[in-house]
């Protein structure tokens, strides 16, 4: 079992919809989660991190935490094609900045 | 700011050879990272250095080598180059520890190694 899973898509929305991407880890001392975006033949850049139980929400981007079932998810409201790009889930285990990363969900938005 | 640099950019290196991937930061930060991304692998830690002066394994450390040369700069090396070792390599910098926030990545180095 991969320590951090994604779905790796591609997810197909249309414009305007919400997107829901998901993400599991296994180990339960984990600390911190991050979701990343990555354009193609770009680098990662963070758009949420979330460190407690329940909902974070930043604009049309909203970060949930399930520490119970381990896992945590991304929605994005009001999808644009602008968002489409592949959406990495990270995990900080224990007391180390070490992240984990699954493999990546692809998203596509479609006009 | 110009946030984490990488050089070289693209690179093409033959069975056998060596090179240096160069990172540097300019964000005061205490850790630095490597990751190599391959297709539908997401990110994987090469190596990693908490701060200066140390350095530690990630999860796939075979065929590489670092040096945290002082706290901006951190740099990968290749000893004998490998075609399992073609991939796009990142560099990547944070404040380090259990609750570190962003990691701000570098624009990567895409390798081929023939």
């Known amino acids: 079992q991969k320590e951090v899973e994604q779905n790796s898509g591609p997810l197909s929305v249309p414009e305007g919809a919400i997107a829901s991407l998901n993400c599991t880890y296994s180990?339960?001392?984990?600390?911190?989660f991050f979701w990343y975006r990555q354009y193609s033949g770009k680098s990662p850049e963070l758009i949420m991190s979330i460190y407690s139980n329940g909902d974070k929400e930043d604009g049309r981007f909203t970060a949930q935490l399930n520490k119970a079932s381990q896992y945590v998810s991304l929605l994005i409201r009001d999808s644009q094609p602008s968002d489409s790009a592949t959406y990495l889930c990270a995990v900080n285990k224990g007391n180390t900045g070490k992240l984990i990363f699954g493999q990546g969900t692809t998203l596509q938005v479609k006009p | 700011n110009a946030g984490v640099t990488q050089t070289p950019k693209f690179q093409v290196l033959k069975t056998g050879q060596s090179m240096t991937l160069q990172c540097a930061q300019d964000m005061n930060h205490n850790s630095m990272y490597w990751y190599r991304q391959d297709p539908g692998m997401g990110l994987r830690l090469i190596y990693y250095s908490a701060s200066e002066g140390t350095t530690d394994k990630g999860e796939v450390p075979n065929g590489y080598n670092v040096s945290r040369l002082n706290k901006r700069e951190f740099s990968l090396r290749l000893e004998s180059a490998a075609p399992s070792q073609t991939s796009v390599y990142f560099c990547a910098s944070d404040n380090g520890g259990a609750n570190s926030d962003t990691q701000y990545f570098g624009p990567g180095t895409r390798l081929t190694v023939l």
């Open positions: 180990d339960r001392g984990s600390q911190s």
